[in-house]
């Protein structure tokens, strides 16, 4: 069974430029995860889809932040305008869904470095 | 809101020794437990989880964890460890019951193993 893809694996742009990750779940996983690892930090959630609607964005800075999940299937998280803080992994993670925990799965993550 | 707290940030051990690492949680009711691993180059995946029943957990390659309640823990542990358990290992915590299947990660326990 194939992972979770993520792509690009790494990223460097300069400060004030726009960035956009792209993720695709394992295949059936309904929902759908992008968490931020900040180096010396655990991953933190920004925002979670279940099929393409948002179950919970409460912890993504919208102001520059966006996702979306449009045909519930592979999903976009892009940075505009990017600032030096944003620098960290980003994690794609997917689950079968409902409301019962289901182990999530993670991908291989995007390193963003903001110069 | 929860929180994580994992006290060893960096561990040393030669090979044969016994591990134990620390992970606290702040608020209590119904969660559950998980601590995952990520081996260099490799991606975050599950090492072991606790939902309910038995509070002494066994996960793959030889470790198991303990869920004290009263103490709102979960420790995780190995008898004799090998250098191929050398990675970054995070505890996490899902408040069951919640809308969404937020997992609330600390900041990670990095152990190298020595031969």
Redo the contacts between chains.
């Keep these: 069974e194939a992972g979770v893809a993520q792509s690009p694996r790494y990223k460097i742009i300069e400060k004030r430029q726009s960035v956009a990750f792209w993720c695709n779940p394992i295949s059936g996983h309904a929902t759908l995860y992008w968490y931020q690892q900040i180096l010396g930090q655990g991953p933190k959630l920004l925002i979670q889809f279940q099929n393409n609607g948002v179950v919970d964005d409460s912890q993504l800075p919208k102001d520059r932040f966006s996702a979306e999940r449009l045909k519930g299937v592979d999903s976009t998280l892009k940075i505009q305008p990017a600032k030096l803080e944003d620098s960290a992994v980003y994690l794609c993670a997917s689950d079968p869904g409902g409301r019962t925990y289901n182990e999530q799965f993670f991908g291989p993550g995007t390193r963003l470095t903001v110069l | 809101a929860q929180s994580?707290s994992q006290h060893n940030h960096h561990v040393i051990l030669s090979e044969a020794a016994s591990l134990e690492l620390g992970c606290n949680y702040s608020y209590g009711g119904t969660v559950?437990l998980f601590w995952y691993v990520q081996y260099p180059g490799?991606?975050?995946?599950?090492l072991l989880?606790y939902?309910s029943g038995d509070p002494l957990v066994k996960g793959i390659k030889g470790f198991e964890a303990e869920f004290i309640k009263s103490k709102f823990s979960f420790n995780l542990r190995k008898p004799s460890v090998q250098w191929s358990d050398t990675a970054e290992y995070?505890c996490?915590v899902?408040n069951?019951g919640g809308?969404?299947?937020?997992?609330i990660?600390?900041?990670?326990t990095l152990l190298a193993v020595q031969p």
């Design positions: 994580v559950n490799q991606h975050l995946q599950l989880k939902f995070f996490a899902m069951y809308a969404t299947n937020k997992l990660f600390g900041t990670g």
